[in-house]
């Protein structure tokens, strides 16, 4: 397009007074006039001079944003402030406001990577170097006449019978897939049953067998999936609405792994919606031993399925309390990995550097069966690495260094059952080593957490797709990913801060011991070993009477919890804390206080 000298004069910085001089002091300019919108050459650009953007904020708009922040600006501040907020702020969030938007495709991590290793930190097992895997041999026990006694075999148990053949893996899976159609409509456990696909894999696992391929202790196992691992032509829809019609392509890492032991997927189990508590699209996943109450979450399926007999185990997964909970609420063990040891490519993202997954079964030694099955790094997550898993189910354990918190075992949600497991833990020649932590503001963290799962919806937010969910409380993500939106990026730089100093203290402590022994609910190390990264064991050591049901939704006046009189007697674990990447002592630990505990192998009522 031709430019006129009228175009060209108003483009000008000099062209207004040139227009207007003589053409003698014209022609005697020595400096070619620049474009209004170029500096000087060599002129830094100045902060706060872009064209504004955005709606108008005034001071008062700030003396209502700081009450969000919970922070104080003078008046002339919050002027200042608001001043050049649209030149100099407001123009931040174009990535998303536009004109230029970008979008973050699903997967795309966060260029910052959290490591759980501190500088100078031992990885694994003290005095080991290398892979050492040991389970235990058993004795022979003949194979079941009931199939419910079938069902509730130990992981180790059902791989023995298969291997020696005197079970077909066909038939173990059509018994669990039998368990699961007869009880999921007490349960609401189950959000896809895959039973096509779990007995052509049992079918395939039964020809290698009888062809001398065995693939180890999962080989013909049938398995649950929490229904947030992808799963290739059959749904994975993370429990909510708007994902119930996804059906991926490919297989996530987990379950990748489990197919090349052998194991056979006989379900896609439910999750409270975008992993957060019991409730799903299909209803309230129940608990077995009190199918009043919610199975607890987010890994509600896993823990419902695998208390009843549903699943030889189940793949659970945890943020903040997700296999920790469900296992206690359930009375199943849950292994819940360092971060980093199991990939989690292709399971969705709630939170980048606080996400794990990690197997839910009904005894410690199957825990950690699987664990070995799924553990390594995979291309696809930044955060995982490679690693050692030194495990003897024979081991012994007398001379181990067992930490606790005096005062926190005096106060709720410890019982008399948490107390109890102390004197176990002496009986069997462990040493109790009594260790504190600093009175810190612990729940500071949770605000990682929180503005990592709004930016993991994003999008599901922005587009009111969270709407459709169907938890519509205070405490369910919608008002979460909605509130998180205003929280402040600065506190999260300091808490991610905090973290690490955290983390820290936990170095601290384990100078002192080999393990920790905590109430399994206690907020406090629920928080602290998520965001530090530490590997948990939840099993059960007793049992407790509850006169009310329990829940993880804040009290709702309008629908109050059932009541129980007399009071119902439900199962009651406690949480083993292990050193980074030392899950084997953490389950040595564990087999010895199972044994010790007696109280494994009881069943709930009717299942």
């Known amino acids: 397009m031709t430019q006129t000298r009228r175009d060209f004069l108003a483009a000008s910085a000099l062209g207004a007074l040139g227009a207007a001089l003589p053409l003698d002091a014209q022609s005697s300019a020595q400096t070619p006039a620049l474009p209004a919108n170029q500096q000087t050459p060599g002129a830094p650009t100045a902060s706060g001079t872009a064209p504004p953007v955005g ?11 700081e009450k969000l922040v919970q922070i104080e600006m003078s008046p002339a501040d919050r002027s200042e402030a608001a001043g050049n907020w649209r030149q100099a702020m407001a123009r931040l969030y174009e990535r998303r406001t536009g004109p230029r938007t970008l979008a973050l495709e699903e997967g795309l991590a966060p260029a910052t990577v959290w490591n759980p290793m501190l500088p100078g930190v031992q990885a694994g097992k003290s005095g080991t170097a290398g892979n050492h895997f040991v389970i235990g041999e058993g004795v022979h026990v003949p194979l079941p006449a009931n199939e419910e006694n079938i069902a509730y075999a130990s992981v180790p148990q059902l791989g023995r019978w298969i291997k020696s053949r005197v079970i077909t893996s066909e038939r173990l899976t059509q018994i669990y897939l039998g368990r699961l159609e007869k009880f999921n409509p007490k349960l609401h456990c189950v959000i896809t049953l895959t039973r096509d696909h779990a007995l052509e894999q049992a079918r395939q696992a039964d020809a290698e067998i009888a062809a001398g391929k065995y693939r180890g202790p999962l080989h013909g196992i049938p398995w649950g999936a929490k229904d947030l691992l992808d799963t290739a032509g059959i749904p994975t829809t993370y429990g909510a609405e708007p994902y119930r019609d996804r059906v991926p392509k490919k297989d996530s890492a987990v379950v990748e792994r489990l197919n090349a032991a052998g194991a056979v997927l006989v379900a896609k189990l439910s999750l409270g919606a975008l992993a957060l508590n019991d409730i799903w699209f299909g209803g309230q996943t129940m608990n077995p031993w009190l199918p009043e109450e919610g199975a607890s979450g987010s890994s509600a399926g896993p823990g419902a399925a695998t208390a009843a007999g549903l699943v030889g185990f189940a793949i659970g997964s945890e943020t903040g309390g997700s296999i920790v909970s469900p296992s206690m609420r359930c009375g199943v063990t849950g292994l819940r990995p360092t971060y980093g040891r199991v990939a989690r490519t292709g399971a969705m993202t709630l939170c980048w550097s606080l996400d794990k997954l990690g197997p839910m079964a009904r005894y410690v030694e199957d825990t950690i069966v699987v664990l070995n099955a799924i553990s390594g790094p995979d291309a696809g997550d930044v955060a995982s690495v490679p690693s050692t898993l030194a495990f003897d189910a024979n081991a012994k354990v007398a001379g181990l260094r067992v930490g606790y918190f005096p005062a926190w075992m005096k106060e709720t949600p410890a019982t008399d059952v948490d107390r109890a497991a102390l004197d176990v833990v002496k009986k069997l020649g462990m040493e109790l080593v009594e260790v504190s932590l600093p009175d810190w503001p612990y729940d500071s963290l949770n605000l990682i957490l929180f503005a990592e799962g709004a930016a993991a919806f994003e999008e599901l937010t922005l587009a009111h797709k969270e709407a459709e969910l169907k938890a519509q409380v205070p405490d369910a993500w919608p008002n979460t990913f909605r509130q ?60 407790v009477e509850v006169s009310e049901a329990r829940s993880d939704w804040a009290p709702d006046p309008q629908h109050p919890l059932p009541k129980f009189s007399p009071p119902r007697r439900v199962p009651h674990g406690v949480t083993l804390i292990g050193r980074l990447f030392d899950e084997g002592t953490l389950c040595e630990a564990g087999i010895a206080l199972e044994r010790a505990f007696g109280v494994a192998g009881e069943r709930p009522a009717g299942f």
């Open 55 to 65: 709606p108008e904020v005034t001071a008062d708009t700030f003396a209502e944003a």
């Open 484 to 543: 998180s939106r205003f929280l402040s990026a600065v506190d999260f730089v300091q808490a991610d801060r905090m973290r690490r100093k955290v983390a820290m203290e936990m170095v601290r402590v384990f100078s002192q011991v080999d393990l920790l022994l905590v109430p399994s609910l206690r907020d406090e190390i629920l928080v602290i070993t998520n965001n530090t990264g530490h590997p948990s064991l939840t099993l059960r050591a007793g049992f």
